[in-house]
């Protein structure tokens, strides 16, 4: 599987306090912007720089820098957009987009409300982002939505997995690299990953 997981002691203590369920709404958000900002930094290291040059107090000098309007964050509504600040604050001026997906309490499947990104998507290279890659169906569904618009190269960005997500993604899409914080043990009969944290974007938004 086209799997990166962060092994990172920073990482392991973050989503220790983020899967805390005494860990408040305020807290919470925080650390999921915190960690998305290093997934952002890993999935970004090998992306192609152009060489200009600048002036520097002492001398002229030839450096490299980021074309960022050649990127795009796509979060998936609602959970998805707790992970968006932590990632402009790497890349600014990236374009954004939205994808709105809810899942169907009895079936489990997700349910797509609502598809905006940027002009000329199909040029960018998208990074997919959402807390939480569970039984996949959300992820398979947003990447199916983004290369019907003719988008090339995507990234999945998560802070947690279950393994049946990775597998149910990876089998779909092994063209899509998904970065995640951690790989989780399972998930129960009701679809949520263990040990988890609860639901995302409930806790992201203080709604239970």
Known sequence: MN??????????????????????????????????????????????????????????????????????????????????????????????GHIGMYRNEETFEPVNYFFKVPKNIDKKEVFLLDPMLATGGSAIDAIDLLKGKGVKKINFLCIISAPEGLEAVSKKHPDVPIYTAHIDRELNENKYICPGLGDAGDRIYGTK
């Open 3 to 96: 799997v990166i997981e962060l092994n990172h002691p920073l990482i392991e203590h973050k989503l220790a306090l983020l899967r805390d369920e005494k860990t408040g709404t305020k807290e919470f958000r925080e650390l999921v912007s915190e960690i998305a900002m290093f997934l952002c930094y890993e999935a970004m290291k090998n992306v192609e720089l152009t060489e200009v040059e600048v002036k520097t107090p002492i001398e002229k000098f030839k450096t490299h820098i980021l074309d960022e309007d050649k990127y795009a964050f796509v979060p998936i509504l609602r959970a998805g957009m707790g992970m968006l600040d932590g990632v402009i604050t790497v890349v600014p001026n990236a374009k954004i």
